[in-house]
């Protein structure tokens, strides 16, 4: 299954535009993932520019946050964010929002979605890449939301 990943611009319009490779789809019995900066490891730590938000979205509509970055502060070269583990179902899905707040540069790097054999996500069964790398550099007005997928856990 290939998800689009559309490199969004402030206005809304999509700029660019990346594929997100076909993988095989996780362990249907699966209920704990990981999303991480590793193919391989559940634990790596990913990094982005400026603010993210991560939103688990349950099948019963419920909505929980994982991940709630939106203080417009970067540090140098973005910022690392150790993994994030939580409990969910195959079909539910997840909100990644990543918006620019600072002038000059905006980036998110790739980030995985694990399956992992227990909760605390030592090792991984299984793992699909969910975002490709994106980065701009050398603009002098905060660009708004630049990424915005919402990715099925499948």
Do not use: W
């Amino acid at each position: 299954i290939a998800l689009g990943v559309g490199l969004l611009s402030a206005s809304g319009a999509v700029s660019g535009r990346a594929q997100v490779e076909a993988q095989a789809r996780l362990p249907s019995n699966c209920s704990h993932f990981s999303i991480s900066g590793g193919r391989r490891n559940p634990r790596e730590k990913f990094n982005y520019d400026d603010d993210m938000k991560i939103t688990l979205i349950r099948q019963n509509g419920q909505r929980e946050v994982l991940l709630d970055d939106e203080d417009e502060m970067i540090g140098i070269g973005g910022q690392d964010v150790k993994s994030i583990r939580f409990k969910a179902e195959i079909g539910e899905e997840l909100k990644i929002v990543a918006r620019d707040a600072q002038p000059d540069c905006f980036s998110i790097e790739k980030m995985f979605l694990h399956c992992c054999k227990n909760a605390r996500c030592k090792r991984s069964v299984a793992s699909r890449e969910i975002v490709r790398v994106r980065e701009k550099c050398g603009h002098t007005q905060p660009q708004g939301v630049f990424f915005r997928e919402v990715i099925v856990i499948r």
